[in-house]
Structures are given as structure tokens and as C-alpha cells.
């Protein structure tokens, strides 16, 4: 078993997140085989949206049995419950609420409206993290964790040149003065990723093409945090022909 990063290719967005989602799909159903729950970290932004959504769109979830599955995700707005920038409303929307999940099996992170500050708010999902912990470990070994990457080469909600991505001794961090808006965030750090079994990437669009190329360079993460992200298993990169403008041919496996 290598855990090699792979980058797969698609013509284009909608491809792309419809064969994501016939994976993802397939993915789980050969865990449930073998595990009687698994855990899977869900991301924000337009494709992991547009990946969700395919996913209810196919017959084939059907088969999967959903009431197994714990769901979590990689970083948070720090806005109200329900407000429309939250991750956990747009996972919720595009597929969450039709699967009928038991509520304890949903682990979203705490809303700015909870009465909780910032920093408490990270110390909540630490303890959220850690009434599902693997031994030896604070927090759960996910079974899958998806993660989008920004023009900058950001992921979840740790960014370049900020101290986030460094943070190796706490499993959540308070993000404050965030590049992108709203300032105040929550993010998994590092080493809660890099612990997965398997790290999904999905992204689309011209303007990622020179962070793809430039983490799987070897760029620093400091710099370009998703060069910093590989899972045990396996390190896979979903990506449309845009997005994979900069990558060498020789680490393409075209799935089209």
C-alpha cells in the first residue's frame, strides 16, 4: 500500500464532481464492509458543495447505510448557526438533511452565536474530537478527509506565512485576522489531517493550477500549506484540466 500522492484529471467541474462522488460512494460502502462506523471530514466551497450534491443525485447512495457514518468538518466560519457562510448549513443543504442521520452523527464545529468565545469554541470540539478518539491519539483516525485548496494553497482555514499551519500540539485552532473573510475562524490542524487514512483534494479552476503545481513541487508548506498534507494511506488530488495546468504529465493519471 503506497501513500504516494495520485492526481486525478477531469474534463471539467461537473465530471469532476459527479466521478468524485461515484468514488467517495464506493469508498464508503468497502469501508462499512469492515468497520461498523467510519468517520469522513467534509469541506466548504463550490466543489465540495458540487461533490455532495452528486452524491444525493445518485441512485447508488442509496445503498449505503448512512445511519454509520460520522461526519465532521476541517474548518469553520466563526458566524451564527444557519448563517449561509457556514460550512456545516452547505453540507447540511446539499446532501446531510436528506440522509436522515442520527443528530450525534453529526459533529459540526460551534457557531459564533453559541455563547462560547473564539477560544472556547476551539476547546468545545477538542473535547468533541476526543469522545471519538483513536488510542494513543486526541482525536478520531478519519477514515476520509476531504479538503479544498485556495489560489494561495490554503486548506481547511490554515494559511500561508500564519502560524496556523505550524500548530502541532493541539488538534483545533482559533484562527484570527484570516486573509479571506470573515476573520475569525476555526481549523483542524496539521497533524489531525495528516493522521487520516486517506486526504481527498478537490479542485477546479485555472487560478489553483499554480498552488497544485507548486505543492507537489515540494514547495515549502509554510508558504503554500497543501505542499505540508498527506495522508497514511493515500494522498489523492481530484482535479479538472484547469486546474492541473502546472502539474508534470508524468504525475498524471488521467481518470477520464
Do not use: C
Not at 70 to 87: I, L
Not at 91 to 103: C, F, V, Y
Amino acid at each position: 500500500m503506497t501513500n504516494e500522492r495520485r492526481v486525478l484529471v477531469h474534463p471539467d467541474k461537473g465530471t469532476l464532481a459527479g466521478a468524485v462522488a461515484a468514488r467517495f460512494i464506493t469508498k464508503v460502502l468497502d469501508l462499512l464492509d469492515v468497520q461498523e462506523t467510519i468517520h469522513v471530514v467534509l469541506t466548504g466551497g463550490s466543489m465540495g458543495g458540487a461533490v455532495l450534491e452528486a452524491v444525493g443525485a445518485s441512485p447508488a447512495h442509496k445503498s449505503v447505510d448512512w445511519q454509520r457514518v460520522h461526519f465532521w468538518w476541517g474548518d469553520e466560519r466563526w458566524v451564527p448557526a444557519g448563517d449561509d457562510e457556514r460550512n456545516d448549513r452547505q453540507s447540511r443543504e446539499a446532501l446531510l438533511d436528506a440522509l436522515h442521520l442520527p443528530e450525534e452523527h453529526i459533529h459540526p464545529f460551534p457557531a459564533s452565536d453559541s455563547g462560547l468565545s473564539l477560544d472556547e469554541a476551539a476547546d468545545a470540539y477538542t473535547a468533541e474530537l476526543a469522545r471519538y478518539a483513536a488510542e494513543g491519539l486526541p482525536h478520531p483516525v478519519f477514515d476520509i478527509v476531504f479538503l479544498g485548496v485556495g489560489p494561495d494553497g490554503h486548506i481547511a482555514s490554515l494559511f500561508p506565512h500564519r502560524s496556523g499551519i505550524q500548530v502541532v500540539d493541539r488538534p483545533v485552532i482559533a484562527v484570527r485576522e484570516s486573509p479571506k473573510p470573515p476573520p475569525e475562524r476555526l481549523s483542524l490542524t496539521r497533524p489531525v489531517i495528516n493522521a487520516a487514512q486517506r486526504v481527498w483534494l478537490v479542485l477546479a479552476g485555472a487560478d489553483k493550477a499554480s498552488a497544485l503545481g507548486l505543492a507537489l513541487a515540494g514547495a515549502s508548506r509554510d508558504e503554500v500549506p497543501v505542499a505540508g498534507i498527506k495522508g497514511r494511506r493515500r494522498t489523492v488530488f481530484f482535479v479538472d484540466r484547469d486546474a492541473a495546468a502546472e502539474v508534470p504529465d508524468a504525475l498524471i493519471a488521467r481518470d477520464y
